[in-house]
């Protein structure tokens, strides 16, 4: 089959927006120290590498793993504060968890909204589904533009609205009572994606109950765990009963399972405590006219 044949045979049966896309690109870093993906530094110590590896010896990788990794999903719910009565789903990551979401709400015209900057995966992602995507900028300051938020939700009526909080990239939380008002007024899902709670100290996990229309996404990746690809997705049994019927079967691995019950206790402190080293030394950067943005730690909000 030639070349020819072969290009008109993938745009006969590609979906054209598909093939318009460019593949998630990550860069090597070759030499240089890498900081774009937000990964823990840290290794662990010796001592506890040296269990780990002694117990996943026994692990039985002949065997599938448990389907809804109902062990280690009660353990991060006991760990991450999920209110009573609300229930969780495991994914490969945060982002397989958008993807099921987008993939139960993607109705004909159904719109994905999300406050831009932010994670480049909704937008992705929502296009994946056959999904429209509506970004709405932040303000100058990084905030949510509460005017523009309010018109575009009233105007594009979304199935689903994204906030990052803290923001990524722009490492800010937005204001509570901003994030509340977004969520009184969707017509349909709020997606709050606290990837980074872990730094931020602040959450609305503790508000699923209050809301019927909220769910709650984190990851492990930010905590030292980034390449175990885990993510948890926490709201009402009316949401999560539904989302559970797109999650593929077994897609938390034993390895995944049984590393992730280890190794829940994490190194946040220490990196907090870079943080301000960092900042304390690019703010002495003045003749390279450097002015650290405030992070997580003191742009809470209201």
Known sequence: ?????????????????????????????????????????????????????????????????????????????????VPEGMRSILGNGSDELIQIICMALAKPDSVVMAAEPTFVMYQMIARFTNMKYQGIPLDSEFQLDMEAMLEAIETHQPAVIFLAYPNNPTGNLFSQQDVKTIIEMAPGLVVVDEAYHAFAGHSFMPMLSDYDNLVVMRTVSKMGLAGLRLGILSGPDEWLSEFDKVRLPYNINVLTQFSAEFALEQQTDQICADREILKEAMTGL???????????SELIGS
């Not at 008109?8 to 093939?19: A, E, F, N, S, T």
């Not at 110590?45 to 040296?50: A, C, G, N, S, Y």
């Open 1 to 81: 089959m030639s070349d020819i044949v072969k290009r008109d045979m993938v745009k006969r049966w590609i979906r054209d927006d598909i093939r318009e896309l460019s593949a998630y690109h990550v860069p090597d870093p070759g030499k240089m120290i890498k900081l774009d993906a937000m990964e823990n530094p840290y290794l662990w110590p010796d001592e506890m590498k040296q269990q780990w590896l002694s117990q996943l010896a026994d692990i039985p990788v002949n065997r599938y793993p448990d389907p809804s990794a109902a062990k280690l999903t009660k353990r991060l719910e006991q760990v991450m504060n």
């Open 286 to 296: 003045k003749n390279h006219q450097c002015s650290p943005f405030n992070s997580t």
